[in-house]
């Protein structure tokens, strides 16, 4: 099983519609975030969380919520989808020392592609 | 914020042939990766590398962090090194990493 688990892989969805985006992790890490990818602009930090009480707002959190449900669970929410929020979307996870060199060093999902049309 | 880019955006190489990838920054960083994205989308960790030099196969990095930039190079290419390749930093708070845009490497067979 992978380290970081992504759901669903991919999903198209209508413009003003609800959707949830999940991640889970096996590795144990402290640290979760959601990046989204598009074309030409490598990625994008959307929200990120170090612990469960802990939500910080990245560079374009706007239209986005996310929930640390559990150390192990971080998903994303668009409340209402719009068709610009057509992307790749990234769940990743690190913690420093987690790695064999002591760095924090990141590990991401496989990734959701979403269509919003 | 810091500021992260990447040069060429776009790499056509023959199968064989060897190449380098820049990654230049605007401020200090203690963490610095670099990234390979598969054609199907995955992103797999290839180097930490905050300074100095590694290598894994034909594959090696090196960053001087003092004038702010790392190389990756890529020797003997093979169609399965084709892919976008990303560097990240870690901002000076350790809050957030910053990714490149990225460069898009094409081998051909």
């Known amino acids: 099983d992978a380290d970081v688990t992504q759901t669903p892989r991919n999903r198209i969805t209508k413009t003003g519609k609800r959707i949830m985006l999940e991640c889970s992790q096996t590795k144990g890490h402290d640290r979760m975030y959601w990046y989204r990818q598009d074309p030409g602009l490598g990625l994008r930090l959307i929200y990120y969380?170090?612990?469960?009480?802990?939500?910080n707002k990245g560079e374009i959190s706007d239209g986005y919520s996310v929930s640390r449900q559990a150390q192990a669970k971080f998903s994303l929410s668009l409340e209402s989808a719009i068709p610009n929020q057509t992307a790749l979307y990234f769940c990743?996870?690190?913690?420093?020392?987690?790695?064999?060199?002591?760095?924090?060093?990141?590990?991401f999902g496989a990734g959701s592609r979403l269509t919003v049309l | 914020g810091i500021q992260v880019e990447q040069s060429p955006p776009d790499l056509i190489l023959q199968e064989g042939a060897n190449s380098t990838l820049r990654c230049n920054f605007s401020d200090s960083v203690n963490n610095l990766q670099w990234f390979h994205q598969n054609p199907w989308g995955q992103l797999i960790n290839l180097f930490y590398i905050p300074s100095g030099t590694k290598q894994n196969g034909r594959l090696s990095a090196t960053t001087v962090a003092t004038e702010r930039y790392s190389l990756l190079y890529i020797s003997s290419s093979q169609t399965t090194d084709s892919g976008v390749y990303f560097c990240a930093v870690e901002d000076n708070y350790g809050q957030n990493f910053v990714f490149g845009p990225g460069t898009r490497l094409s081998v051909l067979p």
């Open positions: 969380s170090f612990d469960v009480k802990d939500i």
């Open positions: 990743a996870t690190s913690t420093p020392g987690g790695s064999l060199s002591g760095a924090n060093v990141l590990t």
